[in-house]
């Protein structure tokens, strides 16, 4: 798919929901238009990586996503050569696939990947808009249907592992965060199956652990955790196991905050 078509953009249930914050689907259709790379930052479990599904769906796109981690390095994004069948052969990483193919690639949580990821995307984030392979002595240039989108946590950034202003300049950017309490309680509501009035008590219980954190805890509680919390409620657990469980003991490990947060539980939760 080459040409941008609004009348291709779909609605239908192959559409992974998701709840419009403001503009940003409109900003990912235009940034897909233009050929712009999208940055997304956000707390996590705040909808970053739905978005995405979302709006990869409802282009009708290929989406390769891939979760970065401490051990990712730019050879598992390009790929590399393996022995097949006594021979050795090239094959091509989730992003060197989608240049080749077009689609999105969304490199979660960039920020946790090594330094040389970064390297092999700059290219691809300015007007070259090139893959350079060294191993294969290949230069990719990216189809008009190729986009790159990024994502991290603001929250979770230190001196070791922050994104750099230069990385940074190099996309147009979203920033996400979780959604108003109405809003929250209707998409907790609809992906768990439990009734707005017994969702609504558990949303306002995460946004008063959410108020917590940096202080004893590290994160505050996502809409994926919420989801999950009112689900068990849903299935027939007691909503205060439910909220240990889903809310509580995912957060920390120290015994004195899991004690505080109960408290702070109990006196949402009746």
Not at 27 to 50: D, I, M, N, S
Not at 99 to 116: F, H, S, T
Not at 186 to 205: I, K, N, Q, R, T
Not at 235 to 254: K, N, Q
Request: glycine residues 8%; proline residues 7%.
């Amino acid at each position: 798919m080459n040409i941008f078509n609004p009348a291709l953009l779909r609605a239908d249930a192959d559409v992974p929901a998701y709840v419009p914050k403001g503009n940003e689907c409109r900003l990912f259709e235009t940034a897909w238009v233009r050929q712009l790379p999208l940055l997304l930052k956000g707390p996590t479990g705040c909808g970053k990586t739905r978005f995405v599904s979302h709006m990869a769906a409802r282009l009708g796109l290929p989406l390769a996503t891939v979760s970065c981690h401490d051990d990712l390095a730019a050879s598992d994004l390009t790929g590399r050569f393996l022995l097949k069948g006594g021979e050795t052969v090239w094959v091509d990483g989730p992003l060197t696939k989608s240049v080749r193919d077009g689609g999105i690639c969304y490199l979660d949580e960039i920020v946790e990947a090594r330094k040389d990821v970064a390297v092999v995307i700059h290219p691809l984030t300015d007007d070259r808009r090139i893959l350079p392979l060294e191993r294969t002595g290949e230069t990719l240039e990216a189809p008009p249907g190729f986009m790159l989108v990024v994502s991290y946590n603001p929250g979770y950034q230190n001196i070791l592992k922050a994104l750099k202003p230069s990385t940074k300049q190099r996309f147009i950017a979203i920033d996400f965060d979780f959604l108003p309490r109405d809003q929250e309680i209707v998409v907790v509501s609809g992906e768990s199956g439990l009734d707005e009035a017994h969702v609504a008590p558990l949303v306002d219980l995460a946004r008063k652990l959410r108020a917590l954190k940096g202080q004893d805890i590290e994160e505050g509680v996502s809409t994926r955790l919420l989801v999950y919390c009112a689900s068990l409620i849903d299935s027939g657990m007691p909503a205060r196991e439910a909220v240990l469980a889903a809310l509580i003991e995912p957060l920390t490990d120290e015994p004195d905050v899991k004690a505080a947060l109960r408290e702070v539980a109990n006196a949402v939760i009746v």
